[in-house]
């Protein structure tokens, strides 16, 4: 059962992390509902090293592009800046500096159940609302690096449970003037320093020793499963609406309010 438990957690990580609707509450939410026992931090780890398998794997030649823009004296290649990678740094160090100074007190004060449900609501109300608020298309080229900043400062609050890392930073790039789809892009590709942070921040915990079947099994379905879903959300959000996760949210908040209530 605990290779079957690490295998549907797996697709529920590599589906959330992407999908704007809150992974931690999904992570949270799952055990509880099955009364499955929490897998440790070495599991923890193998769902962090699938997300970030996935997102590398999906935006490999966006990476390409921008490392050789980054270093290179010849013009830009392809759709990326020359200052992209420099972007992306900068408007990482929010996170990081959030990640590392305040990742134990949210552990410790904002796990509330109701803290939660509130989140959930809200900033899905948030990023359903930037579909009329913003109409402006802006390109690759026309970021700042306050654009960047202003990103990186709202994936800053992904660290409190559901908030969702995606869906605030596609709510920050979408009221900045990015369309849906590129905000949705850009949103991963900025947040691949900080899946890969987060891996590499419990790698003390791991010991490889008691790496099992199942810690393998969660980075695999991670993995595929986190591909999917940033192939086809991307797609989807060529004319898609927000709408759809804003609403998965409510029900979601609504059901963790009722087991909540009657619990």
């Not at 990326?80 to 134990?104: C, D, M, R």
Request: aromatic share 16%; glycine share 6%; with cysteine.
């Amino acid at each position: 059962m605990e290779i079957i438990h690490s295998a549907i957690l797996g697709i529920v990580q590599g589906i959330t992390e992407f999908v704007p609707v809150s992974s931690s509450a999904h992570l949270v939410l799952f055990p509880y509902l099955f009364n499955w026992d929490y897998n440790g931090l070495q599991f923890d780890i193998a769902l962090h090293f699938g997300t970030f398998l996935a997102v590398i794997a999906f935006f490999w030649r966006d990476w390409a592009d921008i490392f050789k823009n980054a270093f290179s004296k010849d013009s830009t290649v392809g759709v990326y800046p020359k200052n992209t990678l420099w972007q992306i740094i900068v408007a990482s160090i929010p996170a990081f500096v959030a990640g590392y100074f305040l990742e134990p007190y949210v552990e410790k004060y904002l796990h509330s159940p109701l803290l939660l449900i509130t989140n959930l609501v809200v900033f899905g109300l948030l990023l359903w609302a930037t579909e009329f608020i913003s109409h402006n298309m802006l390109k690759n080229s026309k970021i700042k690096y306050s654009h960047s900043f202003i990103v990186g400062c709202a994936q800053a609050l992904a660290l409190i449970p559901g908030v969702s890392r995606s869906g605030i930073t596609m709510t920050a790039a979408k009221l900045i003037g990015f369309s849906k789809e590129n905000a949705a892009r850009f949103s991963f590709i900025l947040g691949t320093p900080a899946v890969l942070g987060a891996f590499v921040y419990h790698i003390p915990g791991l010991n490889l020793g008691e790496v099992s079947f199942s810690f393998w099994m969660g980075v695999i379905s991670s993995t595929v499963f986190g591909f999917l879903a940033i192939k086809y959300l991307i797609q989807y959000l060529k004319k898609g609406s927000f709408a759809v996760f804003a609403i998965y949210r409510i029900l979601l908040a609504a059901a963790v309010l009722a087991f909540y209530l009657i619990n």
